[in-house]
């Protein structure tokens, strides 16, 4: 018997494969489109954050009384969206700035009144170089935690810039107040030896006569004289 031949129709897939390939043309298109204006509006939402957290910083007195009273200090922003990131951002950089020339202003405050007592007479154990690097690190503790609980990371860096700018201060005040000491002193040495060359004279006449006597007393005087002075660079 004679077999049968079918003939399968040949089907043009040209059509679906120009059809996919415009939709996928099409996607990449939209995804390009929704990708720029979503650049656009991020770098929108930068700016105007960086506008408001500029605008609406914490006032001097805000953050003073935020210090003085131990609660954070309220800073606007958040950290989930790009607005709030950056509003954040800008008022924690402002706040900073402004807790960093508090913080200088109060200890130049306090080195002045250091400085000051070195031109007074006498000595006031208030106003050793201990008691400044103890008022200086109070400061500098007292303005940097006031972003410990906001952001730990910007009170650290107040705290290393207050440290260098303490340590400077300190060190200055310290050779300053070392001169002064020793110039007190010198002063108080001579008028002492003024005043002993006075008794020794009358030492001396008095025991004219005894040449032993004489010599030891004028031993005796000479090495508690060299003693007196041996702190001094003359």
Request: proline share 3%; aromatic share 8%.
């Amino acid at each position: 018997s004679q077999g049968v031949q079918i003939r399968v129709p040949k089907v043009d897939f040209t059509a679906s494969k120009v059809q996919a390939q415009t939709m996928s043309s099409l996607s990449q298109s939209l995804d390009r489109m929704s990708n720029y204006f979503f650049r656009i509006a991020e770098g929108q939402a930068k700016i105007q954050g960086a506008e408001y957290g500029a605008e609406n910083t914490p006032t001097n007195d805000q953050i003073k009384a935020s210090i003085e009273s131990g609660e954070p200090i309220e800073v606007v922003g958040d950290q989930t969206t790009v607005f709030g990131q950056y509003a954040r951002n800008a008022s924690l950089t402002a706040v900073a700035d402004d807790i960093d020339y508090m913080m200088s202003t109060e200890m130049s405050k306090t080195i002045k009144a250091f400085n000051d007592s070195l031109d007074k007479p006498g000595s006031d154990p208030n106003f050793e170089p201990t008691e400044l690097l103890n008022k200086l690190k109070a400061i500098v503790e007292g303005y940097s935690s006031a972003l410990d609980d906001v952001s730990p990371g910007t009170a650290r860096k107040l705290r290393a810039s207050g440290g260098i700018k303490a340590n400077a201060k300190f060190v200055t005040f310290a050779d300053k107040w070392s001169n002064n000491k020793f110039a007190q002193s010198k002063s108080k040495f001579f008028a002492k030896i003024e005043m002993d060359d006075n008794e020794i004279f009358d030492i001396i006449l008095a025991n004219a006569d005894d040449q032993e006597k004489l010599d030891i007393l004028i031993t005796g005087l000479k090495n508690k004289r060299l003693a007196e002075g041996s702190t001094f660079k003359l």
